[in-house]
C-alpha cells in the first residue's frame, strides 16, 4: 500500500510495528447460572486472560465474553477444542456453546446455522 503524500516517519514506524494485543474474542454460553456476575482473570497462563459474565442468556445459561492476547495467541477457529480447553481453565463451566463470528460450523458448540453448500 503507498500514501500520497507519504506517511511521516512516526505513522511508518507505527503502521510497521501494528496493532500491539491482536487480542482474541470468544463468547461462551455456559449452564453456570451462578457465574451471571463472574469475573475471572488467568493472566499469564492461559490462552484468556480476562473473563467476564454479563448475565443470563433466554434458555437461562450465563454468557460470558473471554479475551485473551497477542503473547500467548489463542486463533478459536483453528482449535476449538483448544478454545474449549482455555474457556475451562478460566472457570469450572459447563460449556453449552461457544459463539465467535470466525469459528467454523459445529453443530455441538456454536450458535450457527449448517452451511448451505
Known sequence: MTFSPPLTTGKRTAADVGHVNKCAKVHAEVRNPELRSWTGVTYPHN??????????????????????AD??????????????KAVQNM???????????FLPYHPNYLNQSPPTN
Open 47 to 68: 490462552k484468556l486472560l480476562y473473563s467476564i459474565a454479563d448475565g443470563t442468556t433466554l434458555a437461562g445459561n450465563t454468557h460470558l465474553v473471554a479475551f485473551g
Open 91 to 101: 472457570a469450572d463451566v459447563d460449556i453449552h456453546r461457544l459463539v465467535s463470528p
Open 71 to 84: 503473547y500467548n495467541h489463542l486463533t478459536p477457529e483453528k482449535d476449538i477444542e483448544e478454545t474449549k
